[in-house]
């Protein structure tokens, strides 16, 4: 079956660094997109998202980028700080919205060293 | 803020125990949903809900069975535990985007 997955799955960056996760998926008819934070012993935050009708989107410190031609999705987070520190997962959904159901990919590890 | 909880952080029970596992959420949604995660897994989708009294079976429903008497309420239920539940277990809502997660029980079945 088709499955959502990471490129990488550990990942680690300087504090004050940029960080970027990858994330690339194979169903071409997915077109909503969701990351999420998951901090040790807790459960998945919502942290952005996006459809498939955009390119790229931008919150605080994080912006994702989609790039449909080669189904490739990624999280740049700015400025990188401790609290940064979780698994990021990315989650993609066919019919617009995650009431369809969510494929979700394995998560990438990111260590932020001092 | 969306709020999702879920009734125990940490649970221990013993194979051959029924367990119920409750998960509550305050936005009125729709859609809830029953996860377990384990290493090297990922996410998998036990069952969900799309409507009080409505179930339908996710990716792995087998030793499991679900209760939606509440709309904002949705039980995962155990039978009969067997030590391969054990697991982390998430809750999830959702009204049209974005699924929303509870903080998760991590049930070991001895």
């Known amino acids: 079956g088709e499955s959502v997955g990471l490129h990488l799955p550990t990942l680690s960056v300087q504090e004050g660094d940029n960080s970027i996760i990858n994330c690339a998926y194979s169903?071409?008819?997915?077109?909503?997109f969701i990351w999420y934070k998951q901090e040790s012993g807790k459960g998945p935050q919502f942290i952005i998202d996006?459809?498939?009708?955009?390119d790229k989107r931008q919150g605080q410190r994080v912006t994702v980028l989609l790039n449909k031609t080669v189904k490739h999705l990624s999280l740049q987070i700015a400025a990188t700080q401790p609290g940064d520190s979780a698994v990021y997962f990315c989650?993609?959904?066919?019919?617009?919205?995650?009431?369809?159901?969510?494929?979700f990919g394995k998560g990438t590890h990111l260590i932020i060293q001092p | 803020d969306v709020k999702v909880t879920q009734s125990s952080r940490y649970l221990v029970k013993r194979t051959g125990e029924k367990v119920f596992l409750e998960c509550v959420q305050d936005?009125?949604?729709?859609?809830m949903f029953w996860y377990r995660q384990d290493p090297g897994l990922g996410l998998r989708l036990i069952y969900f809900?799309?409507?009080?009294?409505?179930?339908e079976k996710g990716d792995i429903p087998e030793g499991y069975s679900v209760s939606r008497e509440k709309k904002e309420r949705f039980s995962l239920i155990l039978e009969s535990a067997s030590t391969n539940q054990t697991s982390m277990y998430l809750c999830?809502?959702?009204?049209?985007?974005?699924?929303?997660f509870g903080p998760g029980t991590r049930l070991t079945v001895l």
């Open positions: 996006i459809r498939s009708n955009m």
């Open positions: 999830a809502s959702c009204s049209t985007d974005t699924q929303y």
């Open positions: 936005m009125d949604h729709e859609n």
């Open positions: 989650a993609e959904t066919i019919g617009g919205g995650g009431a369809d159901g969510l494929t």
């Open positions: 169903n071409s008819a997915s077109d909503y």
């Open positions: 809900s799309y409507d009080v009294k409505m179930k």
